[in-house]
């Protein structure tokens, strides 16, 4: 493997300082950005975090503003990208760092790596990108540019395969590490992708790379077989009254800990035991408008949900009652729910 990785660098470098996007999060290297693009670029495509991440600075243009920020403010900045436990780590990290560092960003490795939500990868990105530390930021875009490279058959999702990887490029790291570190999530991101042939004849590593060379790039990355998920029935309910609409806070731990939901209820209801449920609920139906089904996939779960949008005769209590506004401006509601959310909004 060290072999073929000694020869990246000198072959990466050119490339990427010809070729590299033009990125927001690439105009400087200041800890805050770089931290903060790379926790928006986790399981999101990069289109859409440019918008979330311009925002999300002017609303909150340092860590000291990011800790202090309020919770519902937070995730409303968040909305639509998923994963909230990583916009909650966010914030107790920049806790972390106005008591502990004084609002400095940490520069050791060791530090970063102990900040809430910030993993081995992440912590080299940062180490390198910022501080110039020759520390490796392994992915899934780095782990299968590596494999094809090596014609490695080892599946990428064995932690022992990620150490490994991690050790023989930080073997090989230049000088400019914060350069490198991006050249290759570039090439990963860009030539040598998840979703489609492998662009060899583009990329700079075409001379030496086991996969260009002896055209098999599209039989790697070998992976373990995925764990079946498992599927969770819901009947979402869209309660209306007098211009308002019906929302609980979901609790504090949990998938989707803290943020707006739709009440709902396990399981697929038809309309008579919709109704039941509804009037057990504290609530009077008037009248069903419609019913939706939809889906959302987790990573470990999948929800299969009836939405069923119905007018209630009073705005009772155990629910926060809130205008089609106040829901857009101010309640973060996870894509789950949203989705039904932006159906009615077409109604």
Known sequence: MNQVLQQLPAALLPWYREHRRALPWRQDNAPYHVWLSEIMLQQTRVEAVKDYYARFLRTLPTIEALATCDDDTLHKLWEGLGYYSRVRNLKKAAIQIMELHGGVFPSQYQQIRDLPGIGDYTAGAISSICFGQKRAAVDGNVLRVVSR?????????????????????????????????????????????????????????????????????????????????RTEEKTVFILSCDG??????????????????????????????????????????????????????????????????????????????????????????PTAFRQFWEEDRHV
């Open 244 to 333: 308002r609409y019906a929302l609980q806070k979901r609790p504090a731990s949990g998938l989707l800990a803290g943020l707006w939901q739709f009440p709902n209820v396990p399981g697929k209801l038809e309309t008579a035991d919709a109704l039941d449920a509804v009037r057990h609920m504290g609530l009077r139906p008037r009248e069903i408008i419609k019913q939706l089904e939809r889906k959302q996939i987790f990573t470990h779960i999948i929800w299969q949900m009836r939405g069923i949008y119905l007018e209630v005769a009073e705005q009772a209590e155990g629910f926060t009652w809130l205008t089609a506004g106040q829901i857009n401006d101010t309640a973060a509601l």
């Open 149 to 229: 490279l090596t014609e490695d058959a080892t599946p990428i999702d064995l932690p022992a395969q990620k150490k490994a990887v991690t050790a023989a490029l930080e073997a090989v790291y230049p000088m400019d590490a914060g350069d490198f570190t991006q050249a290759l999530m570039e090439l990963g991101a860009t030539l040598c992708g998840p979703n489609w042939a492998p662009k060899c004849e583009e990329c700079p590593c075409r001379g030496f790379c086991g996969g260009a060379l002896h055209a098999t790039a599209q039989c790697y990355p070998v992976k373990l077989p995925k764990r079946e998920k």
